[in-house]
Structures are given as C-alpha cells and as structure tokens.
C-alpha cells in the first residue's frame, strides 16, 4: 500500500480487485484439431492507437505559458487559457483543474503552492484540513471565505502529493502571476515556503520570511505581500499558531489602513 500511494494511487476505481497480470483461459477451439475455415473478406486495418499525452520540453513550455498569460484579458479567460494548455505534464495525471475560489474583486489574496487529494476532487483551493483552518484563520480577522481569493502557484495536484519540480514551477509560474495581476488585491499572503519563494523571488526560509513586508510588483503597482506558515503545518505543529495569529493581526492592521486611505 505504501507503494502505491507514493506513486499516487490513491483512489479505487471498482469495488472488486482485477487480476490483470493472470493469463485468459485458452480457448476450447484453439485445442481442436486444426480444421480449413470457409474464406472470410479482409477486415480493415484497426485505427491507430491514440498517442500518449506529452508535454513540451521545460524551455518551450515556459516560454508556451509566457506567451498565453501575458494575453489574457480577464480572469475568465485565464482559466480558459489554463483548460487548453499542455505544456504542464501535471495537467495529464489530476483530475481536473483547480483554478482559484473566492472573491475577484477580494482585497486580499492567499496563495499556496499546490492542490491535494481534497483540492483535485472538489476542483477548489483549500477545501481539505487545511482548508478547513484557513477559513478560521480568515475568519480570525473577521472576514469570510467569500471575501477573499485563495489560488496555488500549480493549478494541477502534483501525483501524490509530491513537491512539484522546479520546471513545473516555472511552467506555471506566468499563469499566477497574471493571476494575481488581474485580481490586484491590495494585500497578498503568501502560504508555506514553495509560494513564498517563488512569488517573492527569495531562497531564505519561512521562519526567516514570515511576517515581514515587502512589495510584489506586478509591473502597473506595488502590492504589500506577507509570507506566513501554510495551514498544513500548523495542523502538524501547532505550536506556530501563535505566530501565524501575530501576522494575521498585521494582515487585518494593514488591510484597515489602506481601506482608510
């Protein structure tokens, strides 16, 4: 079973187990005597087999998503871009696409790194455990899930919930920051160290990150961004919860700053 999940079973697709390795019972016929069968007409040849799915070399994938993102007039469009592309070889072993969830016009924006199991059945970011403590940390600040917009840097579930390459990053690197362009929040939190890296192009780790301000700029505005811990962590060290409730409290003092202004 171990086995099978890190490869990324981690679903049944039947009730009942299929031997597929046991050879068919021989046929009847083929032990009787060999016996001159009336001519029949040729049969057409069978349609090829379809080719497997294969995505583009790393280098023409990222420039492929580039080129795609940077066309995108709204939101809507994006999503649609992101339905069609290939370039992305985690888009042929999810599910389905996990775009974003929330609020468009939201103020303020979460962003992770990638879908889970939860995340690539629903079809939505942040609907599992760490979800689940990501509306209470939105909540904490006296906001609802509806009033925000949460998406990942990866819209596809890496298999098995492996860390995604860092080819597949820069793969879909383009598409989330078009995203986040689009939805100009005037906060931006970033959730976990993987987001936090490659949004706020740093190689230093979370401890060392979260909580401080810096500016993300989309290339028409700055927008104020805050590195805190993901959900999934503080679910397997709860003891950060303190720190993360530290910088929620400077996420709701800055929100309600620039609100005033």
């Known amino acids: 079973m171990a086995f099978y999940l890190e490869a990324g079973v981690d679903c049944a697709l039947g009730d009942d187990p299929v031997d597929r390795l046991s050879a068919p019972d021989q046929p009847v016929a083929a032990l009787a005597p060999a016996v001159a069968a009336p001519a029949r007409p040729a049969l057409k040849p069978a349609a090829p087999a379809p080719r497997a799915e294969i995505a583009p070399p790393p280098d023409v994938a990222i420039e492929s998503a580039r080129e795609a993102a940077r066309t995108a007039p709204s939101l809507e469009a994006l999503r649609a871009l992101l339905d069609g592309f290939d370039g992305c070889a985690l888009k042929f072993t999810a599910s389905r696409l996990v775009f974003a969830d929330g609020n468009p016009q939201a103020r ?154």
């Open 108 to 261: 303020l924006m979460f962003v992770g790194e990638a879908p889970g199991r939860d995340e690539d059945i629903e079809g939505l970011p942040f609907v599992g455990r760490s979800g689940q403590l990501l509306n209470r940390m939105i909540a904490a600040i006296g906001l609802k899930r509806s009033d925000v917009y949460i998406a990942n840097v990866i819209p596809w579930r890496p298999p098995g919930n492996r860390t995604p390459t860092p080819q597949e990053t820069q793969i879909c690197l383009p598409f989330i920051q078009r995203q986040i362009e689009l939805v100009n929040p005037d906060v931006m939190v970033t959730l976990g160290n993987p987001s936090t890296q490659t949004l706020l192009q740093t190689r230093d780790g979370i401890m060392k990150t979260r909580g401080k301000w810096v500016d993300y700029d989309t290339g028409t505005r700055k927008i104020k961004a805050l590195a805190t811990f993901h959900p999934a962590y503080l679910l397997r060290s709860p003891s950060y919860k303190r720190m993360a409730w530290q910088d929620l409290r400077a996420i709701a003092k800055v929100l309600d700053a620039t609100a005033r202004a």
